[in-house]
């Protein structure tokens, strides 16, 4: 597994845990001397742009009727930038979410997206930890 | 020979490949930039569809290539794929978290060359300058050919009279003038691929509006008195020079005399078998485009914005939107094209057929089939690949208008079969390209052909075909009405039935082209879809299959000089496809373009 390849010290923990994926592999990979903060900004962009879109799920949800295909597309750019660090949990919660979205499952859904949340708050304080 | 001087950036390639991203996500177009810069290509980056678009259109010359997200907000990647094809005919990748098939599919249709699932790997961005150089080849051939055919057509008819035209004379001066400009296109394409923005596309689209303007230059100045100087005056457009007036003044003239000597030879019985005749006979041939039209529909950047587009067999576009199948129907004439043997096609599966039909490409495997001696009057299908048999059925009585049928066939595997079905005005022709050893085709009744002239040929018994299938509406109208061959992909090995009752019958024309299953629902569509036929509109259009957006792109723009070799220019997809440039001087021959 790609893991062993890397030294000891370059083991990201967060990564260990199962919180992210390979991808994160990929950006430290990307980093070099023309960008040597690389993913860090790439973390913070992440995390601003995720709590957008967090926020107008969250927004959409309170809604009634309620709009699911535009929850899911909603759902649909937040599982792609999750994708982007490899937030691996986050990730397959998001997909759960919209799997109940497509059965319209409102309840379905807003216990997904608490898990969602849950993840993505989880994953912000691990990788401030991280870069501290 | 010397060869120009490059630009650095040519050198370099693929480095310098100047990519255009768009994607709304802000940490993947920063991720995006990052890994293209590593690949060192030079990399702009936008979050907006409408942006990069506009950009794209204000320096057509600045990127080489797109690469964009599928869902944004400003617009559908789909859409933005399709525009930047038709406008600026670079070369897509897509990309998205969505991996779903059918998702995939869309964007195929839609012309992307590639799809890219997230999370992207560098990897995979490292090798897109494939996508790019791959364009450049199949543009450098296209030109190739069409030199090659203007050569040929200069060496032909060196003045402006086509009496006693014999065509023969000028095929070993074509060979040796294709020779040498085989050699010479090779040696551009080596230097030029690395700077694609250099090459220069010099084409003509005869439009119906264009084509119009010439047929009316020419009756004011009347046949007999007609040059191309002449028309050109007369049609007064700009751009338009002499040659492509006379390669398509060449082609216009031989359209005609092949009416009339259709017509001279309905009086003395003319130089066909009998037996491969049926007087009586109105073939009526409908090709019908299977299920991918849909594939088509979207994936033509060409139709999809039909308003923008001119050729038209595929008139409005019906074809741009909905899946249809379009129907483009012929009238047989009396002189009856097959009688009595079916032709069979195989295709390639499903995706292959475009609104003109032309089913190009085939899986490896099916060519391997296709070049195994058949057993029978029939190929088998191969791994469900459809099968074409045509049939016609008697038709509405009159208009027997099957002019020619040209069977053209190659010393080598390509047989093409070439249909013209033309009234006075319409002519549909269907050519077929079969891929297959011919030797099955020595079972064929020998006929005289005058292969030249690309008249009818005896179909042959064991009519089996596969390859391509390209319809295209010279001129004029078709008229549902009077059509009638019904050409239907068929799916299911049925052919030895088929046969027998072809050979039976001698009123059918065998020629049928039965897509299922999907088709079936579309089939009923198509009376009605008359768009197609009833359009003067001429083009050449060629299944682009999958991705081949840029050659449809290409198709679109040709001068009609090379219109039927683009039939052979493989799609992306069909780089199997082993059509021989053989007999350029023949495919012209029997195709009015």
Redesign the interface.
Same mark, same amino acid.
């Given at each position: 597994m790609f893991i062993y390849t890397r030294p000891a010290y370059q083991f990201c923990q967060v990564v260990l845990q199962g919180y992210l994926d390979e #991808?994160f592999y #990929?950006?430290e990979? !990307?980093q070099d001397e023309s /960008?040597p903060n @690389?993913v860090e900004?790439?973390v913070t !962009? @992440?995390f601003r742009?995720s709590s957008r879109l967090v926020a107008n799920i969250d927004q959409a949800l309170q809604k009634y009727p309620q709009d699911f295909r535009r929850l899911d597309?909603f759902m649909? #750019?937040l599982?792609? /930038?999750a /994708? /982007?660090?490899?937030a691996a949990k986050m990730k397959n919660e998001c997909t759960s979410f919209r799997e109940f979205c497509n059965k319209e499952n409102r309840e379905g859904c807003l216990r997904s997206f608490q898990k969602v949340k849950k993840e993505h708050a989880v994953l912000k304080q691990k990788l401030e930890n991280y870069f501290q | 020979m010397e060869r120009p001087l490059f630009s650095a950036r040519a050198e370099a390639f693929p480095a310098g490949l100047r990519v255009l991203v768009v994607d709304d996500d802000p940490t993947w177009l920063k991720i995006l930039e990052k890994m293209l810069r590593k690949c060192s290509y030079e990399v702009t980056t936008c979050s907006l569809a409408t942006d990069a678009l506009s950009m794209l259109r204000e320096q057509k010359d600045k990127f080489d290539i797109v690469i964009s997200d599928v869902n944004m907000p400003d617009m559908d990647g789909f859409k933005l794929l399709e525009h930047v094809g038709l406008e600026m005919d670079l070369p897509v990748i897509m990309m998205s978290i969505d991996g779903e098939t059918s998702r995939v599919m869309k964007g195929v249709q839609h012309g992307a060359c590639d799809y890219l699932l997230k999370p992207v790997r560098m990897k995979e961005l490292k090798n897109i300058w494939q996508h790019v150089y791959r364009k450049k080849m199949h543009e450098l051939k296209e030109i190739q050919t069409h030199y090659n055919n203007e050569d040929i057509n200069i060496l032909r008819y060196g003045s402006e009279d086509l009496d006693d035209r014999n065509l023969t004379d000028g095929i070993t001066n074509i060979s040796s003038a294709r020779k040498r400009k085989d050699v010479d296109y090779k040696e551009f394409g080596d230097q030029e691929f690395g700077d694609p923005s250099r090459l220069k596309k010099a084409r003509v689209v005869w439009s119906v509006d264009l084509h119009q303007k010439f047929v009316n230059a020419v009756n004011q100045i009347g046949l007999d008195k007609v040059g191309p100087k002449k028309i050109l005056d007369l049609m007064n457009v700009p751009g338009l020079t002499r040659e492509n007036v006379a390669s398509h003044l060449q082609k216009y003239r031989l359209y005609l005399s092949r009416l009339q000597k259709q017509s001279e030879d309905s009086t003395s019985g003319g130089n066909m078998p009998s037996d491969l005749i049926n007087n009586d006979n109105v073939a009526n041939f409908e090709l019908t485009s299977s299920t991918n039209m849909q594939q088509c529909s979207e994936h033509t950047k060409h139709v999809g914005t039909s308003e923008n587009l001119v050729p038209g067999i595929i008139a409005d576009a019906h074809i741009g939107d909905i899946k249809k199948i379009v129907p483009v129907q012929g009238i047989e004439s009396e002189k009856g094209l097959i009688s009595d043997s079916p032709i069979s096609q195989n295709f390639n599966n499903v995706p292959r057929l475009s609104a003109l039909f032309s089913f190009k490409g085939m899986t490896p495997g099916i060519e391997e089939k296709a070049r195994e001696p058949t057993t029978s009057k029939h190929q088998t299908l191969h791994d469900g690949a459809p099968r074409m048999q045509c049939m016609h059925y008697p038709g509405q009585g009159n208009c027997g208008m099957l002019d020619d049928y040209s069977y053209l066939s190659s010393s080598d595997q390509d047989h093409q079969v070439s249909f013209n079905l033309c009234s006075s005005s319409p002519v549909i022709s269907a050519t077929v390209t079969n891929e297959k050893d011919m030797k099955d085709l020595s079972e064929m009744k020998p006929v005289p052909t005058d292969q030249r002239n690309a008249h009818f040929a005896a179909i042959p018994q064991v009519a089996c075909m596969t390859g391509s299938v390209s319809l295209q509406i010279k001129h004029g109208m078709v008229h549902s009405q009077d059509a009638g061959a019904i050409c239907k992909l068929d799916g299911s090995p049925n052919t030895k039935g088929c046969s027998t009752e072809q050979i039976d019958n001698q009123e059918c024309f065998p020629l049928t082209c039965e897509f299922s299953p999907k088709s079936e629902a579309e089939l009923d569509s198509l009376p009605g879809d008359l768009h197609l036929c009833s359009i003067q509109k001429f083009g050449c259009f060629e299944d682009v299959g999958f991705g081949g957006a840029e050659n449809f792109q290409d198709i679109i723009s040709t001068p009609d000089t090379q219109v039927q070799n683009d039939w052979y220019i493989s799609s992306e997809l069909n780089n199997d496809y082993l059509y021989e440039t053989v007999d350029y001087p023949l495919i012209d021959e029997c195709l009015f373009a």
């Open positions: #991808q #990929q950006l990979e !990307l /960008s @690389f900004e790439v !962009l @992440f742009d597309n649909h #750019q599982k792609g /930038s /994708s /982007s660090i490899g | -």
